[in-house]
């Protein structure tokens, strides 16, 4: 039964997307006014579909972790290395101005997005190493 209703709301949505498309596609592509008045509705649908389903992934592994005590204790330690990753990563970065491919100044020096990409950039490097050695490791 559960899988019908599965089925049934996979059509739908499909349904839904795929006359979305069409309006779009009959839309005369010169008239600016009329797509952009066609494509809004699918922009938002795609944005309701991307939040449903992570709001649907986060809530399924919430209720997963909370049925088995061992994967709990798994998820609590992966968190908190994961911090520990992001405060060293905090520590280890700077404040210097970021660049674009065009070299313009994306963030200025100082800033605080400028410290958050540094953030991003170190704990990207680290976790990258260590899957890295894990996987030349195993």
Do not use: R
């Amino acid at each position: 039964m559960n899988n019908k209703i599965l089925t049934l709301l996979v059509a739908v949505i499909s349904v839904v997307g795929f006359g979305l498309f069409i309006n779009v596609m009959i839309t005369d592509s010169e008239d600016k006014i009329a797509m952009s008045d066609a494509s809004s509705p699918i922009v938002t649908f795609g944005i309701v579909m991307f939040i449903a389903t992570a709001a649907i992934a986060v809530i399924a592994s919430i209720l997963g972790v909370a049925k088995n005590p061992k994967a709990l204790k798994k998820t609590l330690l992966g968190l908190v290395v994961l911090g520990v990753i992001l405060l060293v990563s905090s520590l280890v970065s700077d404040s210097s101005q970021v660049l674009d491919a065009n070299k313009e100044i994306i963030a200025a020096e100082g800033s605080s997005v400028s410290k958050l990409t540094s953030t991003g950039i170190w704990t990207s490097l680290i976790i990258l190493v260590a899957g890295g050695a894990f996987l030349v490791y195993d």
